[in-house]
């Protein structure tokens, strides 16, 4: 007795879209060369700086390689690396009157746009807080150890990395006049170190693509 055979074959829905969601999500680097960069130069100049004597005896060169890696880690972390990496971006701007404005931005995150990973965000953001301190100690060691010829150097390393540092905060964080830096500083440490941040934080989730905070 033949036995009908029987289709039970049913419609499979395949949404290609978390699939795209997910294969994101598992990328943990998205802008290698930018994530390599945000850290070379801030890392080779405390290198340099530690360890100049044993490659050259001549001060003024030691300076000027340092001064020179200080300013290509304030520049490409300004322009390049906060935008790929985090989707922020702080500058200043200057109106028909003369008056100076400081603009900061953040871009909402979508899956469409090239912002970077949740890991390229904490790299962004350790490398942004660490380096700073490393160079406070330095001030201090400086400082006491009464070698005042590096104090400048010091200080001009202090200056231009907690200027981007100053920023990104603001940006990030989105503060008025009426925050301290101080308490924005100790907030954002807890969540980008204990935390896991979701990536559409970066703005305020009633606003659509960037949100400018001028001062």
């Known amino acids: 007795m033949k036995q009908s055979l029987v289709d039970d074959t049913e ?14 999500r598992k990328a943990k680097i998205r802008h290698p060369l930018a994530t390599f960069f945000h850290l070379f130069f801030r890392v080779s100049a405390i290198i340099t700086y530690l360890f100049c004597d044993w490659f050259s005896k001549s ?3 030691c300076f000027v390689t340092i001064l020179l890696l200080l300013s290509f ?5 300004k322009n390049v690396t906060g935008r790929l990496m985090v989707g ?3 500058w200043n701007q200057i109106d028909e009157d003369g008056k ?38 330095f001030f201090f060691s ?26 990104y905060i603001h940006c990030k ?10 308490k924005v500083t100790s907030r954002f440490l807890s969540q980008t170190i ?20 001028k001062h």
């Open 11 to 24: 419609d499979v829905s395949l949404d290609f879209g978390n699939e795209e969601e997910l294969a994101l």
């Open 59 to 61: 001060f003024v060169a």
């Open 73 to 77: 880690d304030f520049w490409s972390v």
């Open 88 to 90: 922020l971006r702080w």
């Open 100 to 137: 100076s404005h400081w603009i900061f931005e953040a871009k909402k995150v979508s899956l469409n746009n090239s912002t970077g990973t949740e890991a390229e965000a904490r790299i962004f953001w350790l490398g942004l807080i660490i380096c700073p301190l490393i160079w406070t100690v």
């Open 142 to 167: 400086t400082l006491f150890s009464l070698k005042l010829k590096w104090l400048a150097l010091v200080i001009a390393g202090i200056s231009l990395q907690t200027a981007n540092l100053y920023g």
């Open 173 to 182: 964080i989105g503060i008025g006049g009426q925050k301290s830096i101080t």
């Open 194 to 213: 204990f935390q896991r941040e979701c990536q559409d934080e970066f703005q305020k989730p009633s606003l659509e693509g960037m949100e400018t905070h």
